[in-house]
């Protein structure tokens, strides 16, 4: 018997004899976090170390979280396994790396032509986004929070300019999640690699292009020294959230208290990542313009093409019934939001743009 199965055993015997509440609701203790994220990658680990400071914060020390950052513990993308196994106690990831796990989880981060940050807080705080997390989350011994978001995320780096699909052709580009689907539809060749390291795979000539997050973090990680051209608007992470999950079993031993700090940590982060990667990708992109990368927007004839493929993509896994309840609560839920969004805040902000000259 491993220490934690020990110390979970210990606690249910002690509760099981009515001598005392379990051990854990009366004691300190530490969670090990571990994440997607190498310590450099700006923003995304910014959103962990805020999740592990808050939650210190918010237990007065009673939780100490072990920040462990992706190839400290375990590499960026066996969090889930490491969680789910025990052996640590919870990941800060985006869910759409987890799509060989369920499908489903691409929702919980990301889907081509899907929702803005706002429509999917929506979404998940007052339709039905949690619950369906929860649900999902509980079929591998889960308890999930979103806990941030990267706002819309840009097109991505390309040492050729795309001038039609054709330019997709063979093309070896990193994306994750299912927007790596539509580009394979497209003909390119696409992988899926951790953050910390795409910047040596385009260096040494592995990948003709990348995506990663926006002006900021991609200035970050240095990728105008190695691409030319950055495409600003992308189809394939609209408004892409990020998740803290907690293994459940963990979870359940924790104080009322202590649960509470978690999610309402996550929340918090949520509104404060967002906000830190929307404050500083304007002024990130004047810095690539001024360092000589030239700025583009894909032609119309290339969005069209990244729609069809995307519509083809997100019905291929309808079969799971829970992959199809999860997909049409989305849908419903991102058509009511956009058509107010856009009737109030867009009517606005097209008005007071025109007017001030912003
Ligand atoms: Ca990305």
Redesign the pocket.
Known sequence: MDRRSFLRASAAGTAATGLAAPAYAQGNRTLTLVTTWGRGLAGVHDSAQFCADRIEQMTDGSLTIDLRAAGELVGAFEVFDAVTSGQADMYHSADYYFVGQHPGFAFFATVPFGMTAQEINNWYYHGDGQTLHHELGSIFGLRSFLTGNTGP?SGGWFNTEIRSVEDFQGLRYR??GQGAEVLAKLGASVQNLPGGEVYQALSSGALDGT???GPWADEAAGFQEIARYYYTAGF??PG?ALTLAVNDATFQELTPAQQQAIETTAMASNGWTLSMFMKNNAAALARLQSQGVQILEFPDEVWDAFGQASQEVLQQYTDDPLYKKILDSYQVSMRDSAAWIETSEGAYTAQRDRILGI
Do not use: A, K, L
């Open positions: 995320q994306m994750p995506e990663w997050i394939h992470e892409p």
